[in-house]
């Protein structure tokens, strides 16, 4: 099934995200080379696709998982998580209608 994983970041935590993206970029290469990945990607603070110094205040994942429980293990573990960008992880089941 898939799952909507949705990070809300802490305020001002522009520089702890650089720091852990080449890990996080990581475990998404993964999933998508599973053939699991739908999508992922960050939301600008700000109207814009390359926020700069605003920076983003979460992310997106979209992504088949064997169980909600695997999902939110998989959440958890992801180094946005760990590495204190996420403020908050909400995981919930997904069903795709379109495309």
């Keep these: ?5 949705l990070g809300e970041d802490v305020p001002g935590s522009t ?3 650089r720091e852990a993206r080449p ?3 990581e475990r998404l290469q993964r999933l998508l080379d599973e ?12 109207d814009s696709p ?3 110094p605003a920076g983003f205040t979460g992310s ?7 169980s909600l429980e695997e999902a939110e293990r998989w ?5 946005y998580a760990t590495g204190g960008v ?8 997904f069903r795709q209608v379109l495309p």
């Design 60 to 66: 997106l994942v979209v992504a088949e998982f064997g």
């Design 50 to 52: 390359d926020p700069g």
């Design 75 to 79: 959440a958890r573990e992801d180094p």
């Design 86 to 93: 996420f403020a908050r992880v909400t995981v919930k089941p």
């Design 1 to 5: 099934m898939l799952y909507a994983i």
């Design 23 to 25: 890990a996080h970029l």
């Design 15 to 17: 520089k702890r995200r």
């Design 35 to 46: 053939g699991r990945l739908v999508l992922a990607g960050p939301h600008p603070a700000i």
